[in-house]
Each structure stands twice: as C-alpha cells, then as structure tokens.
C-alpha cells in the first residue's frame, strides 16, 4: 500500500473538519439569549494564513492553535509537550515573532502570518539556512525538541541577526531540551546565524 | 495532579474591538465572565478545569488598549502592551530601566512576547494548592492547605499573612510601585478610577480572594508612569531557582535619588519595595523613612535590613526567605560592590 497509515490518518482528519463545518455555520454566538451577532462574537469557520497558505478550518472556540495545526491541518511539526506555556517544543511564529502553539487560541490569529518548522524550507524544498546549520552540526539527539528551538531561533535572529552565543542563549532560553543536549545546540544554532547573513 | 491535555471545556468566545464593547459583555455575562489578555495565567486555570467561565472575552483586537505613549513628561502603558513591547521601548530603556529589569525578568521569552503588563500585574497567585483547585480560603472555603504542619510552603508568605500564606507572582509590580506608577481602571458602570500601584494589589486582609481591586466588570486600562523617577538610581534584583520561567523567590525594586558622590552620597529621597515574601508587593514605607537623609553606606544598609524584616514569620520550610530578603535590601540600598551576602 503506498498511503502510509500516517497519511491516511490525516486525510480523514482534515476531510471530518471540512464535512462538519456546514452543520455549524449558522450556530454562531447561538447562546446569546436569541441575538446571533453580539458585538465581538465570532464564527467557527474561519481562514488562516499558515505557511503562506490561506487554510479554512473549523476551529472551536476553545482550541488552541497548536491542536489546529496539528489535528485539523496535520502540520505535526509543530510539537505538543507539556500544553502548559512551560517546554517551548509548540514553538510558531506569528507574525514573525515566537509564541507558544498550546498557549493561543486559534481564533486569535485570524488574519494573522503563522509559520511552523513545515514551512521553513523553500516551495522547492531547500533548506532553511538554520536547518542546513543543525543537519551540519548535527544538534540534536531525539530531536523532539528540534522544532521548537528551530522556531525560536528563526525568530529571534530576525531582531539580532548578529548574536553572541550569550545573547542567542537568552533569546532561546524559552525551550527545554530533554535530552539536555544544549551546548550542541546553541552551537547549531549559531552556524544557522551565521549562515543566515551568508545568505 | 496529573496533566490533563484534552482541549479546554466550552465557553463562548468574544473579540470586541473597543473597551465600551468589552465591557458590555462582561456585564452581560456577569459572574460567568472572564478577561482574557495574553491568556498565560488564564489558560492555566482553564486547562486544569479549576475555573470554568461561560464566557471569554478577549481583549486582543482593542487598539485603545495597546501602545506605550509620552505623557505629562512621563509615559502612559496601553493595559494590552507586551512585556517584549515594554522592554525594548526607548524611553524605558533610558529613564525607567527597572520596568525594563523586572519585564525582562519575568517568565521566557516567547511568554514576554504575549503575556501583557496589565495580565501581568493583574494575574492570580502560585500557590499551588490554590491552583490545584483544593477548596481553600482563597477560593472560598475555609483553611489554608499550605500553612498545616504537613504543608510544602518554601515559596509562600513571611510578612502579612492573615489566614492565607499566598505571595504575588508579578515580577513588574514591585519595579512600578517603586516608580510610583499609578493604575487606571475604566468601573463597570464607565467612570474612570486612577489608583496608586501600591493600593492596586490588595492582601487577604482586605479581600482573601482576590489580589487586586480590580472589581468584576472593571478593566485596567492603562498604566501612567509619572516623571518623578525618571532617570533615578535603581535596582532590580530577582532571585528564582531557574532563571527563565521560575517565579521570584523574592525580589527587590528600589528607586533612590542621592546628593553628592561616591562614600559621601546621602540618600535624598527613596521607595523600596519587595516582592515574594507577601499576598502583596510591599513597599517598605518605614525602612525608606529610616534611611532617608542617611549616607549610603553599609551600616546604613545594615539598619534597612533589620529594619525590613521586623515582624515577619517565617512558615516550616521558607525561614531562608528572611536572610534572602535582608541581603536584597542591603544590596538595593548601598549596591552590590563592596558588600557582602550575610546569613
Ligand atoms: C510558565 C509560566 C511562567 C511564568 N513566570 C512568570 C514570572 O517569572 N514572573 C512573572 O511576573 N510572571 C510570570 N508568568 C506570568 C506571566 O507573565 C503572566 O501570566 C502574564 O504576564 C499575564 O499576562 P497575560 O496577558 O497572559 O494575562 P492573562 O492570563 O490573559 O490574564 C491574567 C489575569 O488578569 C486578568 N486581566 C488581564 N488583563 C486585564 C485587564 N486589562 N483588565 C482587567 N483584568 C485583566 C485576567 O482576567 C486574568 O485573570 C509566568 C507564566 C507562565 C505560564
Ligand atoms: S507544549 Fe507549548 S510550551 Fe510546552
Ligand atoms: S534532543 Fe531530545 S529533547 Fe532535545
């Protein structure tokens, strides 16, 4: 069978998110005492931007982006590992700066630039220079973590292209590593800067 | 407890764009309502199923509320202006470095680049009893779980408790009081209530189950920092077991403004105030008396921290707040150089 389980487990996921959302269109702010528009309230079926794609999806009013990615867009990239603002692994940009996935409501990005480790790499599937940097240095050890920190950096040297180590070790210290691997790390990352003004 | 990672519970969610939509919801809603800023304390609660408002009404899409702006030569903070935003803004860097210090200090990065100033200022405590959702004063019921023989209380009160030992997490509270910032909160019935940093947190003395005087429907909406220190001598200091995430232990937020140099210097006139050691930031109203007009100097540091430390009660496991705290005061009265850290 060339459809990996993985795979087929994704389309279903996605293909449920589309075939649902109809029933919930007119719902909208429905327990509002019968006034379906109250100022300020929202629809669940919503566009984001992610990865430069304008993605409808049906997204609760409870769901945190990172199970929108995840579950109904099947970007898995993007790690879920303590959903309480206390790891770094759920790691995005919004925007181009660094938030926690777990951490933000998925109706709070409408509108908004969301980018995940997928789509880092270039359409033509060349590596971003932070990801030439970690497979040369070789950075990691289960990688879990990878994206995270990957995403993080990204972030960041966008405010301080030039880091020292100390400065990019702060500006990445929102992330744990359970395989307490940071020295290789930092080291990747700092080669990732390094090639990013190279680049 | 173990961690549930289901999604949240249901609740509705609203977006209003202006404070007036804003609080019309919370009105509407009532006791079922609950602000959401940055959503760093919130989701906590909401996640864990402690609290289970009906309703959430997100504060992010109003502009009014973000932005820092010059006022009356001073600066006026937008309730929903990032902690990141706080830190890298000019004018704090240049003449109130101790906002930056304490901002900076707080949580990680990512968490500084959502969590706001007004969540910040207006979050709930640590307690982690409290926040497992065991039924104690704070939450309406009627014993402190973590002031019992058997209880885990390294990071609770040594000053001011009154049945609750629960200390305040936010790291900007001190450095604002020490500026003597003042909080502007629009009421629920529209009127415009402007109250001192140092009233805005309020002990279990005054209300054991909140931490502000933030009433239901009310909003803090901006946060106006005063020319009067601007430029002054401070210091920050915070001292936590991890430094990113890791909550203060204790901490210290001094502004001090001196005549004459260096081992001549008196002290002219000073606000001192420490976090982690009450349900309150406290500004030690008494040590600034007793120091003002002296030299700064380490006896008169000396004086300051025994001074500080008057009347406090250390609980079964955090009696090494007591040392901590002397030393921070010291260190924020005559600096770090040429002293040393005593126990
Ligand atoms: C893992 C972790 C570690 C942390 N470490 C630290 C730390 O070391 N130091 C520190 O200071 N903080 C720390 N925090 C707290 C974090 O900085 C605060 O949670 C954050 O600043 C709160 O801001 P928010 O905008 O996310 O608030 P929210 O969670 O959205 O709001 C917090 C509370 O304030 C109320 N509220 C918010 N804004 C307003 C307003 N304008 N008017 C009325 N009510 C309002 C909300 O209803 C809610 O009850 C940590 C948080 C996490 C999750
Ligand atoms: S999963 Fe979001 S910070 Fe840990
Ligand atoms: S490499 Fe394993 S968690 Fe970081």
Known sequence: ?199 | MAVIRDPMPAFELFQPTSVADAQALLDRYGAGAWVLAGGLDSFDWLKDRIKRPAALVDLGGVAELKGIRERDGGLEIGAMTTLTEVVHHPIVRERYSILLEAAESAASPQIRNQGTIGGNVSQDTRCWYYRAGWPCYRAGGNICYADTPESINREHAILQADRCVAVSPSDTAPALIALDAQMVIRTSDGDERVVPAQDYFVGPAIDITRMTVLQPGDLLTTIRIPATWAGARFYFEKVRDRQVWDFALVSVASAMVVKGEDNGAIIERIRLVVNGVAARPLRLEAVEALVQGRPRNESTAVIASNRAIEGAQPLRFNAYKLPLMKNLVKRAIRGVEGGTWTS
Not at chain 1, 35 to 44: C, F, I, L, N
Not at chain 1, 134 to 147: S, W, Y
């Open chain 1, 1 to 199: 069978m060339s459809l990996s389980r993985r795979t087929f487990i994704k389309g279903v996921i996605a293909g449920g998110a589309v075939a649902s959302s109809s029933a919930y269109l007119f719902r909208g702010g429905g327990s509002l005492l019968g006034q379906t528009s109250a100022p300020g309230s929202v629809e669940r079926l919503i566009t984001l931007v992610v990865n430069g794609q304008q993605r409808r999806v049906d997204a609760l009013r409870q769901e945190t982006l990172a199970m929108t990615l995840r579950y109904k867009l099947g970007l898995t990239g993007t790690k879920l590992g303590c959903d309480r603002a206390e790891c770094g692994a759920c790691t995005v940009l919004i925007d181009d700066v660094p938030h926690y996935a777990c951490s933000v409501l998925t109706h709070s990005v409408r509108g908004r630039q969301v980018r995940t480790i997928e789509g880092l790499a270039s359409p033509t599937g060349e590596l971003h220079p932070i990801q030439r940097a970690v497979v040369d240095e070789q950075g990691f050890q289960c990688a879990f973590c990878l994206p995270g920190f990957v995403m993080a950096a990204t972030g960041f040297l966008k405010t301080n292209p030039n880091p020292t180590r100390e400065e990019l070790a702060h500006g990445i210290s929102g992330n744990l590593c359970r395989c307490q691997d940071y020295d290789k790390i930092l080291t990747a990352l700092m080669r990732g800067a390094e090639y990013m003004r190279g680049a």
